[in-house]
């Protein structure tokens, strides 16, 4: 099994949501491997890339984590359809809007999700 902290210096690695969700989640048990190895692709000392789709998954999964938090009283499984259903809570939940500014300031590439840029990373990654 592969750790974080294995990866090489100047290794490449494409960045999914749950390093960043463990990141911002100070209760995670991921928390600090996940920072360690975020600070290291800020420092350049590998190349972090993630994608817009990524950004747009954390931020959806840190708001239904705040909203855990300030529903207690509603089921997790229902969360969703009951924020559907209240809209005006939604508006109230805010932790989540500075996650994209926050991610980008790890000194990260983000990647366009467009079918060009897949094949061009995958070629670079393999040549």
Known sequence: ???LSDLKDGSSVFIDANIFVYHFSKESKFNSASSIFLE???KKEIYGFTSIPIIQEVSHRLMILEAV??????KRKDLV?????HPDIVK???THQGVPGRISSFNLE????DIQTLIREAIEEFS
Not at 110 to 113: F, H, K, Q, R
């Open 81 to 85: 359809k009951y924020l559907k259903e």
């Open 92 to 94: 109230k939940l805010v």
């Open 40 to 42: 290291r692709a800020e």
């Open 110 to 113: 983000i990647i366009s999700s």
């Open 1 to 3: 099994m592969m750790f």
């Open 69 to 74: 938090a300030v529903l207690p009283e509603v």
